[in-house]
């Protein structure tokens, strides 16, 4: 890496974890600047606008998840073990965000109602996850582990749905039963769909 | 109603739809002031701060959520009809919200990660809310419709996961089939619980 892409890189990481507390659109140039130790001007020199910024951080974060979620899953064996491995995976990367949670979770609600560049950039990471979950929860069905009527889908409707009820569970109302319950959602997800 | 209770709630019905749209720390006095033709200062007359009008916009949204999610599930007959009717005037509740979604849904994001009086104030909502669900669950149970045996507490879990993917489904994903996923996840959840 050259001295540039270091600061970059360095920028970037600060810039999410304070995204990830105030949120994308929360996040200020100031405070970022406050946050680096850089002045505004310095950040502009990297990051053409604000909207560049937020971008780039979904891209660098995008990056840690396929390492720290993806990555793990995909090395695991085919069927039901590489969805548990997948559903754990990300369990660990929403508690290792310890001051603000899960980027894409805080982005989803907060960028929802907002067109634009950056909303389209969610859109689309969202979409690969729900269709990597879907991929995954279909090799349970050609391993012969779930049914081959099961609606792979729906399956991952609903692991999606407990991934975003552990980060309210777990931040907001500080349930210290919540990885508990989510594994027990996961597993009933499961047991519908086991073959016999 | 007196003229001021009444530009007081104008305003608060404003700063709700604000709020749904760009957040509850995201709104501005500025933006506010812009939206209902007032001054700022002619708004901090009504609110003595920000945070003031943060829990009064929390306090207005709760007063209609009673309205059109609790009282109708309240009116309809104890058990499974009840909470099928909680979870469907839910789902209308949050279609109704055109521009911003459930301010409850945004604000438990938003907010997961900022101490303080609005926190507490979202907090002590959702915990009510998730013990209405809870009890409704629990009219099932004392009905004969549910097993005796199933935890009405993970049963709220599960259907709070539904609804808060809902959210992502309809508004960010835009998925023309999210109130049928909603309604399969409902299903299925009531299936694993019945007396068979």
Redesign the interface.
């Known amino acids: 890496m050259s001295k540039g892409d270091e600061t970059r890189d360095a920028i970037l990481t600060e810039a999410t974890s304070v995204a990830?507390?105030?949120?994308l659109?929360?996040m200020s140039i100031g405070q970022l600047a406050a946050h680096t130790g850089m002045s505004k001007s310095g950040l502009y020199a990297h990051f053409a606008s604000k909207e560049a910024l937020q971008i780039e951080i979904l891209r660098h974060t995008r990056e840690r998840f396929v390492d720290r979620v993806v990555r793990p899953a995909l090395q695991s064996p085919r069927g039901l073990n590489r969805l548990r491995t997948l559903f754990e995976s990300w369990l660990a990367w929403s508690e290792a965000f310890e001051?603000?949670?899960c980027l894409f979770?805080?982005a989803?609600?907060?960028?929802?109602?907002?067109p634009g560049p950056v909303?389209d950039a969610?859109?689309r990471d969202?979409?690969d996850w729900?269709e990597l979950i879907v991929t995954i929860a279909a090799t349970a069905v050609s391993e012969g582990e779930f049914r081959s009527d099961v609606d792979v889908?729906?399956i991952a409707?609903?692991l999606?749905?407990?991934m975003?009820?552990h980060?309210?569970?777990s931040?907001?109302?500080q349930d210290p039963r919540a990885l508990e319950?989510a594994r027990?959602?996961f597993d009933?997800i499961v047991e519908?769909a086991l073959t016999t």
Chains 1, 2 share one sequence.
């Open positions: 990830s507390k105030v949120g659109t929360g001051d603000g949670g979770v805080a989803s609600s907060e960028l929802d109602d907002q909303r969610l859109v969202e979409r729900l889908e729906q409707y609903e999606h749905a407990i975003l009820n980060q309210h569970t931040r907001l109302m319950r027990r959602a009933s519908r």
